[in-house]
């Protein structure tokens, strides 16, 4: 089972796919609160209108390996991709952060790509001992695991998907549910997270689920460059994602 979590951590197609078979395998494991509760027409109309960029445009923008040493990076196939757009919320309010949580798009995009990050976990010596050994891998399965997504949009449509999200998280901050596939994960909080710098605006939010009785908690990081969306979605199977720093920094870096 352990070995099926740690191939599926590398190919999940999203965060929520992810968090989802954690708690389908049982043991085997923000922004500023003074958000306004619907997005910010004025926020949307000041920003400037941006030509959108076309799929094949955003697939050549993402982190790449190269990138990324310190990661394994795959990216995400087209059936993933669409996939994704098949999550659901109960609360229709909170299905912003849904989707950005699992690579789909918010509202009507130009283009979109995306892609995997694994956080690599330090190897162990090579007169390491059977035990070293063991901790080793046993640190490797709650390595960190980053979904990224692109989209593009025409005119102001990225500074208004931006505003809702930051709209959801105020609205959303006392749990809700997300789906995909016949299966649910119930979220229980949504708080404000490490704050995050770059592009034109940019919120984190650190998201806990409830997993068959246990806590987990995921970091959702949203940064807007122009008329494109860059989202962030990190889990790990121990239970307590950190924020990818070097993934936002890399992919931040490479919208320009």
Same mark, same amino acid.
């Given at each position: 089972?352990?070995?099926?979590?740690?191939?599926?951590?590398?190919?999940?197609? @999203?965060?929520?796919?992810?968090?989802?078979?954690?708690?389908?395998?049982?043991?085997?494991?923000?922004?500023?609160?003074?958000?306004?509760?619907?997005?910010?027409?004025?926020?949307?109309?000041?920003?400037?209108?941006?030509?959108?960029?076309?799929?094949?445009?955003?697939?050549?923008?993402?982190?790449?390996?190269?990138?990324?040493?310190?990661?394994?990076?795959?990216?995400?196939?087209?059936?993933?991709?669409?996939?994704?757009?098949?999550?659901? @919320?109960?609360?229709?309010?909170?299905?912003?952060?849904?989707?950005?949580?699992?690579?789909?798009?918010?509202?009507?995009?130009?283009?979109?790509?995306?892609?995997?990050?694994?956080?690599?976990?330090?190897?162990?010596?090579?007169?390491?001992?059977?035990?070293?050994?063991?901790?080793?891998?046993?640190?490797?399965?709650?390595?960190?695991?980053?979904?990224?997504?692109?989209?593009?949009?025409?005119?102001?449509?990225?500074?208004?998907?931006?505003?809702?999200?930051?709209?959801?998280?105020?609205?959303?901050?006392?749990?809700?549910?997300?789906?995909?596939?016949?299966?649910?994960?119930?979220?229980?909080?949504?708080?404000?997270?490490?704050?995050?710098?770059?592009?034109?605006?940019?919120?984190?939010?650190?998201?806990?689920?409830?997993?068959?009785? @246990?806590?987990?908690?995921?970091?959702?990081?949203?940064?807007?460059?122009?008329?494109?969306?860059?989202?962030?979605?990190?889990?790990?199977?121990?239970?307590?994602?950190?924020?990818?720093?070097?993934?936002?920094?890399?992919?931040?870096?490479?919208?320009?």
């Amino acid at each position: 089972m352990r070995t099926a979590l740690v191939r599926r951590t590398v190919l999940a197609a @999203s965060a929520v796919s992810l968090a989802l078979l954690a708690t389908a395998c049982g043991s085997d494991k923000a922004d500023d609160k003074k958000a306004d509760a619907k997005p910010s027409a004025a926020a949307a109309s000041e920003a400037p209108a941006a030509k959108a960029k076309t799929s094949a445009e955003l697939t050549s923008a993402l982190v790449a390996q190269a990138d990324l040493p310190d990661h394994v990076v795959k990216p995400a196939t087209a059936a993933e991709l669409a996939a994704a757009s098949g999550t659901k @919320s109960d609360k229709p309010e909170c299905q912003p952060l849904v989707s950005a949580q699992s690579m789909a798009p918010i509202g009507t995009v130009v283009g979109t790509a995306g892609t995997k990050a694994v956080a690599k976990g330090k190897e162990p010596a090579a007169d390491a001992s059977p035990e070293e050994k063991l901790k080793a891998g046993l640190n490797a399965l709650g390595a960190t695991a980053t979904s990224v997504s692109l989209h593009s949009y025409e005119g102001k449509g990225a500074a208004e998907a931006f505003a809702t999200l930051k709209a959801a998280g105020t609205a959303c901050a006392g749990g809700y549910t997300g789906g995909q596939g016949g299966d649910s994960l119930k979220i229980t909080k949504v708080a404000p997270g490490a704050a995050v710098t770059g592009g034109d605006e940019a919120l984190a939010y650190t998201v806990t689920g409830d997993a068959d009785g @246990s806590p987990m908690s995921m970091e959702l990081v949203v940064v807007r460059k122009g008329g494109t969306l860059a989202t962030f979605s990190a889990v790990s199977l121990a239970g307590a994602a950190e924020q990818p720093k070097a993934v936002i920094d890399a992919q931040v870096k490479k919208l320009g």
